[in-house]
Structures are given as C-alpha cells and as structure tokens.
C-alpha cells in the first residue's frame, strides 16, 4: 500500500473508527489508541483486500477486537467515570443529546450494535459480521436496546412532567 493510498483510507475511515471504540469504551484516550493499532495493523497489511467492502468490514472488525481487547486488560476493569464521556461534544438539540447519553448508558453490546446500525448505516449482517453474532442475535440486541431506550427516555420524560392529579 502507498503512502498516498493509505492517507485516503485514513480520511475515509478514521472518523468511523474513533467513533466505533470510543462507543465500545467511552474513552477518548482509549478510543484514540485502538484507532491508531488499527491504522497500523491496516498499514502491514498492505492492499490484500477483495474490495471496498472487504476493507471496511475488515477495520471494523479489527476495531471492535482491538476494543474488546481493551476491555479485559487488567488495568481497565474499573468502571469509566461518567463524566469522561459527557465531555463529548453535545448535539445542539437537547433531544438528541439525551438520546446519545441514553444509548451510552446502556450495556457494551447494545451501545455497539445501536450505533453500528444507526449511526455507521451497517447492515444487520455487517453488524453480525463485526460482532461475530448470528444476524437474529444482533437483530434480538436492536429489539431490546430500542426498548431499554423507550423505557429510559419516557421515564425521563414523566419525571420532568411531574405527577399528574388529573
């Protein structure tokens, strides 16, 4: 792979990537660095790809592997602050902004398939492909994230309302 090559797969796909771990670890720090292990493991890979396609599953699944990976480093078992990623920056919508906090508040597997189909456009299958889970399995993770979701947002909602008398 050229130099030059490699700079165009990098803007194409490096946002994607960060955004990936960063929702698998919610940690900008930790995000950054499974991106760049990704970016180099792309780069001694050289061009061995089928296709476009065959490419982008391929960081996608290294990604998500690179994050887990993560996961389970000793260093890491603790659990992430809160605040670490209420830095991100916020959606100008308020709606949106809750909608976000509330996708991550939910457990790895869910917040990593939401946003892999929601946010990324991908496939059930592609998502099954980059989580090594059946596609009915990913689509039963949809299902139940969706309506952690409803739960949490409308039980937000009812508390902002207050108790009704009527």
Known sequence: MTDERFEQVVRRYGDMLYRVAYHALRSRADAEDVTQIVLLKLYQ????????????????????????????????????????????????????????????????????????YYYEGCSVKEVAAALRANPSTVQTWLQRARDRLRRTLSQDQEEEEGPSYV
């Not at 389970?72 to 100008?92: C, D, F």
């Open 45 to 116: 890979q050289g061009n061995r790809f089928e296709s476009e396609a065959h490419r982008k599953h391929w960081l996608l699944r290294v990604a998500v592997n690179e994050s887990r990976r993560m996961l389970r480093a000793a260093w890491r078992r603790s659990a992430v602050p809160l605040e670490e990623w209420q830095e991100y920056p916020a959606a100008e919508d308020p709606a949106k902004a809750e909608l976000f906090q509330a996708v991550m508040a939910l457990e790895p597997k869910y917040r990593l398939t939401v946003y892999l």
